[in-house]
Each structure stands twice: as C-alpha cells, then as structure tokens.
C-alpha cells in the first residue's frame, strides 16, 4: 500500500488567505475564462479557488468573499468525510472556479448535471451566488467524489454507475441524511414493475451524459440505489473498503471479490430481488 504524507494541518479560512490576480493561461481555452478573463486567488488546506473578479461589479452580487470562504468550508468539510467513509483522500490541491452567473450560465448551460457547479475538465466550476445554499453544498459534496476520482483513481475509468452511485450517495449525506429520495424510489418501483432496470453491464459507461434525460434520470437513481444497497446489507465500513481496494488495485472485480467475497453479479442479482422479488 502507498504510503501517505501526514495530514496537513488546518490552515484558516479568514485573514490566512493569499489574494492575487491572475490571467489564465490561453492554453486554458474559454472554458476558464471569466467576464474579462481576470481571477482572484485563494487557497485553504486541499483545494486553490479562483474567482471571477467581476462578479461584484457584473452582477451586482455582494459578499463575494463571504461565498468563496463559504465554498472552501462547505468543500473542506467535504474531503475530511470522503476520507472517513470512502478513504479518498487526494494527495494534490483540488481547482475550483467561481464564476460571475451569467458567465457560467453561457458557459456550462446545458453541459453539466447541476445548474449550479459541475466537475469538468479537471476542476470544480461554481456559480457565483450571495450565499451558499443547502443545495449547493449538496452539490459540492457530490462534486468533490468526482474531483477525488479524478486525482486517486486518474489510470482508471470507472463505471459510471459506480462513479456517479458514490457521489449521489455522498451527496444524500451532505447535510445529515441518507438513503434515497421519494423521487428516486418512485422512479426505480415505476421501472421495476415495468422491467425496465438497467443492468449494470449498461451503466458501465464513462458517463450518463449520452442519455435522454429520462433515461439519465433513472440511470442516477439505480447507481445510488445500488451503492445504498451495499451499505444497508454490508455495511460502511465496506463500502469504504471497497473503494479504496478499487483504487488501489484497478480492478473492479478482485476488488469486489476481496472485500464482499462475491462476484459484482451475484451482489447485483441480490439487489435487483429487492426491486423485482421475482427477478
């Protein structure tokens, strides 16, 4: 097993941040590029934020600096919890822009899952708001398990419904919760009557993003009903095992056998007899 450099220390979130200006590098492509392609700098313990130094004047929002530290606390809080349920825990500073609203909606509309962030090309993309929500910061936590995919498991190409079912689980726990919404279990029992649950060979896609979004919404709902479904029969101790034997081996099936001591079909035959008994 890799040896891993101690945790760092807590560095502040107030006055202990470092402010400069920046122009990204062309090389960034317009992706980055902010109202006048200008951002402002800071940093906490795991993750570098940049923001648009025109949100204040551009949209007329205040308290820019209240968000950006509100963002690093909600993220910070984020990478302490995937590393003590999932072991994730990246070793490199993690990006993340912050973007005046109507750049980020010309931008990303339509590209990413959620309205309000995504993970993209490497790097956390926030929209600037006068505060944090509850459901940006469940939002952040779910784009975080990307981001931390991204860095510790950078070789590997992970199932969609493996990468997108741990971070919709991480994201119904982001403020306490757990399990599945109404919505998703209305969905999967609406599918299950009918037949219509994927197999898991069919969400082993890089990604969702192909799908209509009816078919995209379900695939969602399975993938994070199916990670539910480990940790309420096996438990969280294993489920925390189980991604980092991913991780570390690259291999999704002897990581599977490893730790649940079954083969991914027969875990994913059991699952589905709970939807359709008679599977």
Known sequence: MPTRRPRPRWRGLGAGFVWLMVLFAPAAGAIDRGADGHFSKRDSSHFVLFQDVDIDESSGLRGSRRFEQDVLETLEAAYLRADRQ?????????????????????QFSGLLKFPAAGFYQGRVHVR?????????????????IHAAFDIE??????????????????????????????????????????QALFLL??????????????????????????IDFLVDTQGARRLREWVEAIVRSGDLGRATRRVYRVELEVLEQRFRERWIPEA
């Open 86 to 106: 999932l072991g994730l825990r990246p070793e490199r500073d993690i990006t993340v822009v912050v973007y005046a609203p109507e750049v980020f909606d010309a």
């Open 128 to 144: 600037g708001d006068a505060r944090v929500s509850d459901s940006l910061i469940q939002v952040l936590n779910h784009e975080h």
């Open 153 to 194: 498991a950078s070789r590997l190409i992970l199932p969609a419904w493996l990468n997108e079912g741990i971070a919709e689980w991480f994201e119904a726990g982001a403020l306490g919760g757990s399990g599945l919404s109404r919505r998703e279990i209305s969905s999967l029992r609406a599918a299950a009557s009918g």
């Open 201 to 226: 060979s069919e969400l082993s896609l890089p990604s969702f993003g192909q799908m209509g979004p009816g078919m995209a919404r379900l695939a969602y709902a399975q993938s994070h009903a199916f």
